[in-house]
């Protein structure tokens, strides 16, 4: 079955440390992204993607950083510059910005 | 404030029920989607209505659009306890790669 894949479903992070939150996709799709969810503040925009070896940042991009060497993988790094990395982390692929995306089913990142 | 913005942010029904969502924006849109979240899990995509188009159906769906208001509405007929889940907004802004979601309402559906 085609799909997007978030892995892990849970991590947690020291602080100070690097962590980096994998997402993979067979769906052939060309664009990529990545959204953040706290309670009561919807999506934000972390990364996006629209095609292999360029990314675009979204609205909240200081202290994330994310790569796109393959069309089927796009996988977000939080570095220790993220200060409040604690959140549900959201990876979504489309074929294009105009139709509906495809959702992974998430990351819990916490801070420990 | 957001583009896109959920009213209610909650609403509790019965089974069986209908239940209507509304979403305003504030910029010029390619298309407005809708979207579902069962808590802890990603989003999934209900269904997408072009710019040029005033309904569209899916199954128990209902959505319309209104551009001179810049406001859409999501209905669920015969509504279920499966129905239960968050339900979000996202717009495709003109000129813009990017999907500004809304923040969510949350609907309950008693059984």
């Known amino acids: 079955d085609g799909g997007i894949t978030q892995s892990p479903k849970y991590l947690f992070r020291k602080e100070g440390q690097n962590v980096t939150l994998s997402c993979e996709q067979n769906?052939?799709?060309?664009?990529m992204y990545w959204y953040r969810q706290d309670p009561g503040q919807g999506l934000r925009l972390i990364y996006y993607s629209q095609i292999v070896n360029d990314f675009q940042k979204g609205d909240i991009a200081e202290g994330y950083s994310v790569s796109r060497e393959k069309k089927e993988s796009f996988p977000l790094t939080v570095t220790s510059a993220q200060k409040n990395p604690t959140a549900f982390y959201l990876c979504?692929?489309?074929?294009?910005?105009?139709?509906?995306?495809?959702f992974g089913s998430g990351t819990r990142l916490t801070v420990v | 404030s957001q583009q896109g913005e959920e009213d209610p942010q909650a609403l509790s029904i019965q089974e069986g029920e209908n239940a209507t969502m509304n979403c305003s924006y504030k910029?010029?849109?390619?298309?407005l989607q809708w979207y579902r979240q069962n808590s802890g899990r990603g989003l999934v995509h209900l269904i997408l209505i072009r710019s040029n188009e005033r309904e569209k159906h899916s199954g128990r769906l209902r959505v319309t659009l209104d551009t001179s208001k810049k406001s859409s509405s999501l209905l669920i007929t015969a509504s279920r306890a499966a129905d239960t889940a968050s339900y979000f907004c996202?717009?495709?802004?003109?000129?813009?790669?990017?999907?500004?979601f809304g923040k969510g309402m949350k609907l309950t559906v008693n059984p």
């Open positions: 910029t010029s849109i390619n298309n």
């Open positions: 769906l052939n799709h060309d664009a």
């Open positions: 996202a717009t495709a802004l003109r000129g813009s790669e990017k999907l500004v």
């Open positions: 979504a692929s489309s074929i294009n910005r105009r139709d509906g995306y495809t």
